[in-house]
């Protein structure tokens, strides 16, 4: 079992930055694969980034260049650093740990960020 924890979500104007964390309830390192995904209203979940253990990293085309995921295993925790935000950005953010080994997936309970002037 995982317990994961969003937080950094917020109201930010277009151009800004927010920093989004995931705080696993274990050792991310025994993770396989660590993600962010969004879901805007009426609109299907969507990956954002993911991170694997070994350091592999997949980001959706419309966030190249702009977000960044990073993993900082010593706090468990897993961020994702956006910048230059755009109002198509505005979503609800939920972090997801897989584990194919053990057959398990887990998210988050999400966090809103809101890009807008």
């Known amino acids: 079992q995982v317990q994961l924890v969003e937080s950094g979500g917020g109201l930010v104007q277009p151009g800004g930055s927010l920093r989004l964390s995931c705080l696993a309830s274990?050792?991310?390192?025994?993770?396989?694969?660590m993600g962010w995904y969004r879901q805007a209203p009426g609109k299907e979940r969507e990956l954002v980034a993911f991170i694997t253990n070994g350091g592999s990293t997949k980001y959706a085309d419309s966030v190249k260049g702009r977000f960044t995921i990073s993993t900082d295993n010593a706090k468990n925790t897993v961020y994702l650093q956006m910048n230059s935000l755009k109002l198509e950005d505005t979503a609800v953010y939920y972090c997801?740990?897989?584990?194919?080994?053990?057959?398990?997936?887990?998210w988050g309970q999400g966090t809103q960020v809101t890009v807008s002037s």
């Open positions: 997801k740990a897989v584990i194919p080994s053990e057959g398990s997936a887990y």
């Open positions: 274990r050792n991310i390192f025994s993770i396989y694969l």
